[in-house]
């Protein structure tokens, strides 16, 4: 997303035709390496790492590492997956960040930025002087009006505003110095994944980001991210109500929802499922069908990304739910990789969608 200034920064001192994206959630960490190979993408190689034991916890929990611990874990993913390039990409979590649309009333020739600090006040949950700010117009209903009135006129600008707080962006940059990085440029998790799906054409449409703590509804036109929803629940969650149903431990119940058979789905664990994410997908399409009222752009498609997003079924039950049409990330669509690892890379694709949209970045 070129239009932000200050919080996708970093260095890219010279370039080079190699370059991992990571992206470090709340239960795990993966990483991508591309390779430009006679301007053809090229996957090198791919690695995720479980954090729950670097915890002393279960597989698959959300947990919160102190930096020790996540150092260790980041090294181990690095050397495990045998990359070997020092530029890097970094996408911050959305736990660390702060962004939303507000609406600013001015005229035309304002100076929007005082204004949106004002109101960035109330949206930033924080001191400003805490986070990094950054903020892009986009395009608004009055936009085609503002021709044909008076300059004076005040108009509804809408603008995104995207706020990374300091404590954590110190921390991602210690991080990335101790595995001796090349002081990666960073962005939000958000705009890597909406990098990964936008190809010029599907013009307006929907992600719907299922991880392991919380799922994500992001509305997307052009490419540029108009809406984003978030609400705290996810395959963590899941896991928890299967335990609590069938009455077993969570990490086993963690370790059958992930070797469901997608024919033979047992209905205990359908329900756990269905009973977590409906009212979210019911939420979801309220917060759709009010975007499609005010801004006349209809959304057709909705694209299903994240680990928790495999769960057999869940593609029909978005479809019935939001009434669109629900379709899996194709994320390395566009990648070279060996033929034999097809059916590999389909399965992955949800789950490395962000890294992967990260170490798209080095490239555009």
């Not at 010279?14 to 709340?26: A, L, Q, R």
């Not at 903020?135 to 021709?147: I, N, T």
């Not at 997003?309 to 070279?336: E, H, Q, W």
Request: aromatic share 8%.
């Amino acid at each position: 997303m070129a239009f932000f200034k200050k919080i996708f920064s970093g260095k890219k001192d010279e370039y080079t035709d190699k370059v991992v994206g990571i992206d470090i959630g709340s239960s795990s960490i993966k990483v991508v390496e591309l390779e430009s190979k006679k301007d053809v993408l090229t996957l090198t190689t791919y690695g995720e790492l479980q954090l729950g034991p670097y915890a002393n916890d279960d597989t698959g929990k959300a947990v919160v590492l102190p930096p020790e611990k996540e150092q260790e874990a980041f090294i181990d993913i690095l050397r495990e997956s045998a990359v070997k390039t020092k530029e890097a990409v970094f996408s911050m979590p959305l736990s660390s960040s702060f962004v939303t649309n507000i609406n600013i009333k001015a005229s035309p020739d304002s100076d929007l930025e005082p204004l949106i600090k004002s109101e960035s006040r109330k949206a930033i949950p924080v001191p400003l002087s805490d986070v990094v700010l950054d903020w892009a117009e986009l395009s608004s209903p009055d936009e085609s009006k503002s021709k044909s009135k008076n300059k004076k006129e005040n108009l509804n600008h809408n603008v995104l505003i995207a706020a990374i707080q300091n404590v954590y962006l110190s921390r991602f940059r210690i991080l990335m110095k101790f595995a001796d990085l090349n002081n990666p440029p960073i962005e939000i998790e958000c705009f890597s994944l909406i990098r990964t799906i936008y190809n010029g054409k599907n013009d307006s449409f929907a992600i719907i980001d299922i991880g392991a703590s919380s799922t994500k509804l992001y509305i997307v036109k052009a490419g540029v991210l108009m809406r984003m929803y978030r609400v705290r629940v996810g395959g963590v969650t899941v896991s928890k109500q299967i335990s609590k149903t069938v009455n077993i431990d969570f990490a086993t119940a963690e370790q059958k929802k992930k070797n469901l058979d997608t024919n033979n789905v047992p209905i205990d664990f359908r329900r756990a499922n269905e009973s977590v994410y409906g009212r979210v997908l019911r939420e979801f399409s309220q917060v759709l069908g009010s975007y499609e009222r005010k801004s006349g752009n209809k959304i057709n498609t909705v694209y299903l990304s994240g680990g928790a997003s495999l769960f057999p079924g869940t593609i029909n039950y978005v479809k019935d739910i939001l009434s669109r049409d629900a379709v899996m990330i194709d994320a390395f669509s566009n990648i070279s990789y060996p033929a034999f690892m097809e059916d590999v890379m389909k399965e992955i694709s949800p789950s490395f969608a962000v890294s992967l949209g990260a170490a798209l970045r080095w490239f555009e």
